[in-house]
């Protein structure tokens, strides 16, 4: 039998903890997420971190921008937001617009409010072992295998992908850890074999529904933290009806890695509030 990993469940114990460390400070963090634009998707995505966030306590600062602000007014108001009074985190709404510069705005955000992770400063600190702040996704996914308390100790583990937000940093942090890992990249040879063999897969390719039942070890642990659109809305990288009753578990799309992934998110913010008081 498959065991689904409730993400919303266990993100709302974090997210009560948070909230408690959150009231026993001696201010009221603040946290600023930009957008620039007005796409509705983006919108949602600030809108939701706002409600978040202040359940938690945490003053949201809003920081709207019209599309066409330039590369260089974007960085000088990014640098005011960094020193708004009790501001504990900054955060860039991806993605800009093409007519920005993206490395240069997100560089411009404080690495000591970079609670997303993607300034090259915070970025670099996080891959030479400064675990202080990092990639809210990746924290997630290992956060939910260390919820199945397993011992990883001699588990072949098999992160597919090398992106910025997922598969990269969750390598990481396994290799930080001395497990045994191997990162799938889309040349690498007998990756059919290798996901087969593996324990536990940490999948963050984008590929809607690309792993299915037949191409897993049974009672594999199957985190998806890749999402795709499809016909049928967002979609996870697992095709989740063809894997039940193979995997031992898995984290679904909605409901697994999302939740989490904004636990963490606040988990950052909250580090960065107890570090000033």
Do not use: W
């Not at 498959?2 to 266990?10: C, E």
């Not at 675990?131 to 996914?141: D, I, K, Q, S, V």
């Amino acid at each position: 039998m498959t065991i689904i990993i409730d993400g919303r469940k266990i993100s709302k114990e974090i997210l009560a903890e948070i909230k408690e460390e959150v009231s026993s400070l001696s201010f009221q963090p603040v946290f600023c997420d930009v957008l620039v634009g007005d796409n509705p998707v983006s919108t949602q995505y600030v809108n939701m971190k706002k409600k978040r966030g202040e359940e938690l306590g945490i003053l949201f600062h809003e920081a709207f921008f019209p599309i066409d602000i330039t590369t260089e007014d974007l960085v000088k108001e990014i640098k005011a937001l960094n020193k708004v009074p009790n501001i504990c985190g900054v955060i860039v709404q991806l993605p800009l617009p093409e007519s920005l510069d993206q490395q240069e705005v997100l560089d411009a955000v404080d690495s000591s409010l970079d609670v997303d992770c993607l300034s090259t400063i915070t970025s670099d600190k996080f891959y030479s072992g400064d675990l202080f702040l990092g990639f809210p996704t990746a924290f997630a996914c290992i956060a939910l295998i260390d919820s199945l308390n397993l011992d990883l100790k001699d588990k072949k583990i098999v992160v597919m992908g090398q992106g910025k937000l997922v598969g990269k940093p969750v390598g990481a942090l396994l290799n930080f850890r001395n497990l045994n890992v191997e990162i799938l990249e889309s040349k690498t040879e007998g990756k059919e074999e290798i996901i087969k063999e593996a324990d536990i897969i940490i999948s963050g390719i984008g590929k809607g529904k690309y792993i299915k039942g037949n191409m897993i070890k049974k009672g594999a642990v199957v985190i998806d933290a890749g999402t795709s659109e499809s016909n049928f809305g967002i979609v996870g990288d697992v095709d989740l009806e063809s894997v039940k009753g193979v995997a031992g578990f898995i984290s679904p799309i909605p409901g697994g890695v999302g939740p989490m992934t904004v636990a963490m998110l606040f988990r950052n913010v909250l580090k960065v509030a107890k570090s000033k008081s």
